[in-house]
């Protein structure tokens, strides 16, 4: 039981490039979340998925699309990177247990744009 | 909306010494309340939580934390603080119903001094 896995763990991009941060979950929750976090600001909430199929916009999602490829799969996608981009992505996961909710969180993409 | 506070961006004790780490919440009904501690380069490990009952909440590592709705507080303590809780902790709070969409806090940084 491997948890949350993010992939890559480290990336340097240029500006105007793009790329995919890949997210998984094997504990077969529902919702799924994309965060950014930076210095300061605490985790800020990029998009999210209640459910396979399903995706909404958070507090900050321009420059960014994301895939609810399947109940396991949750991928963030930066079209074309800017600088302001640059920061630590977290990919959570979430179900009730009991009367609560509890995330899951992964280790983390560290992102650099330059 | 939901909203949460850490008014503390960095807290300094000594080692062996007692912690209080303060989180203000608003929030118009009884909230998820929920506690995490980053380590550096890590992701998000759940401290405790409270959604309903006993409003002080043992969790793991020593923590507990006492929900008080007349002061929309839940401060996080432990008694004798080890190095090894040098991290940053964050506050978060969520809605009862729905999706469950919890907002985070900025984060306080714990510093321990030997």
């Known amino acids: 039981n491997a948890g949350v896995t993010q992939n890559p763990k480290f990336q340097v991009l240029k500006t105007g490039q793009s790329m995919t941060l890949q997210c998984a979950q094997d504990?077969?929750?529902?919702?799924m979340y994309w965060y950014r976090q930076d210095p300061g600001m605490g985790l800020r909430l990029i998009y999210y998925s209640a459910s396979e199929g399903t995706t909404d916009k958070g507090e900050v999602p321009n420059g960014y699309n994301v895939s609810r490829l399947n109940k396991r799969e949750f991928s963030l996608r930066l079209e074309s990177a800017a600088p302001s981009q640059t920061s630590v992505y977290f990919c959570a996961s979430s179900e009730r247990t009991g009367l609560t909710y509890e995330q899951y969180f992964g280790p983390g993409t560290r992102l650099t744009v330059t | 909306a939901q909203s949460v506070t850490q008014p503390d961006i960095h807290i300094t004790v000594s080692e062996g010494a007692s912690l209080e780490l303060r989180c203000n919440y608003s929030?118009?009904?009884?909230?998820?309340l929920f506690w995490y501690v980053q380590s550096p380069g890590q992701g998000l490990q759940l401290l405790l939580k409270y959604f309903s009952g006993d409003t002080l909440v043992q969790g793991i590592k020593g923590f507990e934390a006492e929900f008080k709705r007349s002061q929309s507080s839940f401060n996080l303590r432990k008694p004798s603080v080890h190095w090894s809780d040098a991290a940053e902790y964050f506050c978060?709070?969520?809605?009862?119903?729905?999706?469950?969409?919890?907002?985070f806090g900025r984060g306080t940084s714990l510093i321990v001094h030997p």
């Open positions: 504990m077969n929750h529902n919702s």
């Open positions: 978060a709070v969520g809605a009862m119903g729905g999706s469950y969409i919890p907002t």
């Open positions: 929030y118009g009904a009884t909230p998820y």
